[in-house]
């Protein structure tokens, strides 16, 4: 059982940058991957960034690569998300959520993931 819950998100302008945060709960934190996922108003939840066990390996949707860095801790049992260059279509819920399969195609994919945070939502004024 893992536990998740994430930190950092509020309002920022647009160009801004913030920074979420996902604490995990447990001992074995560093056998899950580790993703982002994001739900604006009216659309479906939808992968923002994962990251491998060992953090050497990172997924990103095509919308947000070279905005954002998405990285763990595993002694800490955190994984981070820095967003820059925000935009406006970035609003949205941020949840953080943890897989137990490992790294592969599915990583991408919402009903992969066995763990979820609570969310933070993130606001970006035009």
């Known amino acids: 059982q893992v536990q998740l819950v994430e930190s950092g998100g509020g309002l920022v302008q647009a160009g801004g940058s913030l920074r979420l945060s996902c604490a995990a709960s447990?001992?074995?934190?560093?056998?899950?991957?580790m993703g982002w996922f994001r739900q604006g108003p009216g659309k479906e939840r939808e992968i923002v960034a994962a990251?491998?066990?060992?953090?050497?390996?990172?997924y990103y949707a095509d919308s947000v690569k070279g905005r954002f860095t998405i990285s763990r801790a595993n002694a800490g049992n955190t994984v981070y998300l820095q967003m820059n260059s925000l935009k406006a279509e970035d609003t949205a819920v941020y949840y953080c959520?943890?897989?137990?399969?490992?790294?592969?195609?599915?990583?991408?994919?919402?009903?992969?993931?066995?763990?979820w945070g609570q969310g933070t939502q993130v606001t970006v004024s035009s």
């Open positions: 959520a943890a897989e137990r399969a490992g790294w592969g195609t599915q990583v991408s994919r919402p009903n992969e993931y066995d763990y």
């Open positions: 447990g001992r074995t934190f560093s056998s899950y991957v």
């Open positions: 990251i491998s066990r060992s953090g050497g390996s990172t």
